[in-house]
């Protein structure tokens, strides 16, 4: 099972996707850990990659395309994987079509005045880095590990708004490009195990 996560900053891909990937035995491959770990390892396109990034330049399509063929050819994907943050424009899903077929194409369709709530109302634990918002809870300190909770520089509404219209303008096209694949699953008032529930009963009709 192949499986693309679209939806925009805070919509909950991440939950969604550990959830997934508990139920489903495949695993999450996110374009910012494969860098990292390919620049940590010093591998001959992790070098590639750092090469311009430490010129302050974009990663060209072609070099994220050639980690991600290296990642998706080891024995743990061979169940499948979930692909977050990747591809992000339309050219990078063509690009994409060169290397593996896609299964299914979940989005997460969030209200945008919801989006920007979770945006300015998360916390995070100075010591583990456990994740809270203060919609549903609002103490100053970690219910795991008792370490102060801290608001990050860029969860505001200007950033927030940034890179929604980013996101607007590069990503959304995706849904149009997908659309034969696409499942769209609306983000619940009443919590992500409601929107799991969904997607859950979607991907094992697939299996």
């Not at 850990?33 to 090469?51: C, H, M, P, Q, Y």
Request: some cysteine; glycine content about 8%; proline content about 3%.
């Amino acid at each position: 099972m192949k499986i693309i996560l679209l939806g925009a900053p805070f919509s909950g891909k991440g939950t969604l996707a550990r959830n997934i990937v508990k139920d489903f035995d495949i695993v999450q491959i996110s374009t910012g850990d494969l860098f990292r770990e390919n620049i940590k390892n010093g591998t001959e396109v992790g070098k590639l990659a750092k090469s311009y990034m430490d010129k302050g330049e974009l990663v060209p399509d072609e070099v994220t395309i050639k980690m991600l063929a290296e990642r998706i050819e080891k024995d743990d994907c061979k169940k499948g994987f979930i692909l977050d943050g990747f591809p992000r424009s339309v050219n990078q899903a063509i690009a994409l079509k060169d290397i593996t077929d896609i299964d299914a194409v979940i989005e997460l369709d969030v209200p945008l005045d919801e989006i920007r709530r979770r945006c300015v109302g998360r916390r995070i634990c100075s010591k583990c880095g456990e994740i809270y918002n203060t919609s549903s809870y609002d103490k100053t300190i970690c219910a795991k590990c008792g370490s102060p909770l801290f608001q990050r520089d860029d969860d505001n509404l200007e950033t927030i708004n940034l890179r929604l219209e980013v996101y607007e303008k590069q990503t959304a096209p995706l849904i149009n490009f997908y659309a034969e694949k696409l499942f769209v699953v609306q983000g619940s008032e009443k919590g992500p195990e409601e929107t799991y529930n969904k997607v859950k009963n979607f991907l094992k009709g697939l299996k």
